[in-house]
Each structure stands twice: as C-alpha cells, then as structure tokens.
C-alpha cells in the first residue's frame, strides 16, 4: 500500500472558525490532490499540486486554499468553514509516469 | 468541461458476472480509469484504458471504446466482497493529471 496518512481522521468544527487538513506521503510521488466525496457527487477535485509550491484548482476550489512546501505535505485550508463544506475529504497521490491515483484514508469533517 | 454517465446500483447474484457501464462527455482524452470504493473505506484503482479495447486483470476486465465514448467494468466470478461501489473516472480536458470522476455504480452481490 502507498504511504499517504491524512489527519486528522475525523474533526467537527463551527462555522467560521479556520481548518486545515493535512496529507501526508512517503512515496515521494510528484503530484497530489484534495477531493471531496459527498453523497450524489462523486469525488470532485478541489486543488491538486504539481510539484512544490506548483498547485492548480479544481473544479470545486472556492472556498478552499492549499500549500505544498515539501514533497510530502500538502494542506488544505477552509479559511472560514461553511455547513456546505461538511464532507469526506481525500488525499490522493500518483507518479507522473502512471495511471492511478492512491487514495489516503479520508478525513471525515462536520461544520455545524 | 467533462461528464460522467453510470447507474447508480447495480444487484448481482454471486457466482455471476456483472457488467457496469460508463458514457462520459469530454472536450479531450487521455483515458478511462476504474475505481473500486467499500463502504467507509479509500477508493483504490482498479483499471486504466487508454486505447480501444478490453485489459483483463484477473476477475475484472475494462473495455473503452473511444469513438463511442462508452467503457465498461465486468466483474466475473462475483464475490460477496465484490460488494463495493464503483466509480469510472476520465483523464481529459483541462490537463493531463485532472481526473473527473463519476457519481459512482453500488454494487450489491447477493447469494
């Protein structure tokens, strides 16, 4: 299995209030990627990274910044959570060179 | 921009095979890829197509065909733990590394 670890797991937050998910990779895979999975939706990608401090948005960035300082971090910020950003939020990773995306674990966040 | 078309359940007897469909809409193509994804689980990569045809890769085989717009996931030998949903994926417009999924096709094997 690829090592990608997301934290935290889990995190229930308030609207307004800043929250930052992390995803963590020792595959030292170039590119990496945030979605979202709601129900009826699918995975919709909301930022990916090319590289460090090389990222591009999704087709459901706003609302959402990210940062890529290593190779191994990638972090996706709500600068002020919204109820429509309550979600399962994925990490995912992959080499140029392939096909497949390698999923993390998923954090499960709730914006009440 | 780029779309997806799947059913959104599918039920299957074990022993079966099962054949998931996907229509997708896009202004360029790089290929069609297969996810597998348990309830409360990551999704994990099942399949990958770039060109016409059919990729076996044990019980599951990925069929594309490019002028049709159209691939398919088979399932053979279905499992009890087939039981998962299952989403197709498209590589196209607006770069080479972003990936539209679809809306995902639960599977339910029943004995």
């Known amino acids: 299995d690829a090592g990608i670890t997301q934290s935290p797991r889990h995190k229930v937050t308030e609207t307004g209030t800043p929250v930052t998910l992390r995803c963590h990779q020792t595959?030292?895979?170039?590119?990496m990627y945030w979605y979202r999975q709601d129900p009826g939706h699918g995975l919709r990608l909301i930022h990916y990274?090319?590289?460090?401090?090389?990222?591009d948005k999704g087709e459901v960035s706003d609302g959402y910044s990210v940062s890529r300082s290593k190779t191994e971090d990638f972090l996706l910020t709500l600068e002020s959570a919204t109820s429509s950003q309550t979600s399962v939020y994925f990490c995912?990773?992959?080499?140029?060179?392939?096909?497949?995306?390698?999923f993390g674990p998923g954090t499960r966040l709730t914006v009440l | 921009g780029q779309s997806l078309e799947q059913p959104s359940e599918v039920t299957a007897v074990e022993g079966a095979i099962v054949q998931i469909n996907c229509t997708y809409q896009t202004s360029g193509f790089y290929g069609l890829s297969w996810y597998q994804q348990h309830d409360g689980g990551a999704p994990t990569f099942l399949s990958y197509?770039?060109?016409?045809g059919l990729e076996e890769t044990g019980r599951f085989s990925s069929f594309l065909s490019r002028s049709d717009s159209y691939g398919y996931l088979l399932l053979q030998e279905l499992q009890m733990k087939d039981s998962a949903s299952y989403f197709c994926?498209?590589?196209?417009?607006?770069?080479?590394?972003?990936?539209?999924f679809g809306t995902g096709t639960k599977l339910q094997v029943i004995p």
């Open positions: 994926a498209v590589r196209g417009s607006g770069g080479y590394q972003k990936v539209t």
């Open positions: 990274s090319y590289g460090v401090k090389d990222t």
């Open positions: 197509n770039a060109l016409d």
């Open positions: 595959e030292n895979h170039r590119y």
């Open positions: 995912a990773i992959s080499e140029e060179e392939y096909n497949e995306q390698f």
